[in-house]
T-cell receptor, first 114, second 108 residues
Framework: DAEITQSPRHKITETGRQVTLACHQT?????MFWYRQDLGHGLRLIHH???????NKGEVSDGYSVSRSNTEDLPLTLESAASSQTSVYFC?????????????FGPGTRLTVT | GQSLEQPSEVTAVEGAIVQINCTYQ??????LSWYQQHDGGAPTFLSYNALDGLEETGRFSSFLSRSDSYGYLLLQELQMKDSASYFCAVRGNFKTIFGAGTRLFVKA
């Protein structure tokens, strides 16, 4: 069965360190997204990609970067982790170019920056 | 700007019907979606409305009125397992935004 996975599921890091969160999907979807979820804010879009070598900033992209080298993977990098980036991060993929058509979400990564 | 409003909490009794409202303000509009998320889990897609009217999927229905910038999710025959957070999401001209979520508590 097709799926979308994230790793690690939990991560504790120190302020200033670079951190990369992995996202891998086997749906063969062109569209992939990274969100962060904080209490009271719902899901906020960090970056999205419509295909290989195509990435776009979302509403909360400062301090984050992504790179899409193949269809299956969209890693999210925190260049210099800050305590404000403590959050739960969800990766999602979609068959359709424009959301919010059905998006399939990964299980999430809980990141703590100390 | 773009914004979504939905109630923060709703409580209902098992077997009852509950309606979760969502009002939105966007630059352009492509559709309204609903997602369910259990504690510690990932959001899962429930429904999508692009046109006015009611869409029914089993115990869940979703309604959209584009002229009123309003939609709702209707859950019938509530079960304990329906206790979760429910998010509406809207795509405008430039981006997709999610509401802050409505936490539904189902009581026995």
């Amino acid at each position: 069965d097709a799926e979308i996975t994230q790793s690690p599921r939990h991560k504790i890091t120190e302020t200033g360190r670079q951190v990369t969160l992995a996202c891998h999907q086997t749906w063969n979807h062109n569209n992939m997204f990274w969100y962060r979820q904080d209490l009271g804010h719902g899901l906020r879009l960090i970056h999205h990609s419509y295909g290989v070598q195509d990435t776009n900033k979302g509403e909360v992209s400062d301090g984050y970067s992504v790179s899409r080298s193949n269809t299956e993977d969209l890693p999210l990098t925190l260049e210099s982790a800050a305590s404000s980036q403590t959050s739960v991060y969800f990766c999602a993929s979609s068959e359709f170019t424009d959301g919010p058509y059905e998006q399939y979400f990964g299980p999430g990564t809980r990141l703590t920056v100390t | 700007g773009q914004s979504l409003e939905q109630p923060s909490e709703v409580t209902a009794v098992e077997g009852a019907i509950v309606q979760i409202n969502c009002t939105y303000q966007t630059s352009g509009f492509y559709g309204l979606s609903w997602y369910q998320q259990h504690d510690g889990g990932a959001p899962t897609f429930l429904s999508y409305n692009a046109l006015d009217g009611l869409e029914e999927t089993g115990r869940f229905s979703s309604f959209l009125s584009r002229s009123d910038s309003y939609g709702y999710l209707l859950l019938q025959e509530l079960q304990m397992k329906d206790s979760a957070s429910y998010f509406c999401a809207v795509r405008g001209n430039f981006k997709t935004i999610f509401g802050a979520g409505t936490r539904l508590f189902v009581k026995a």
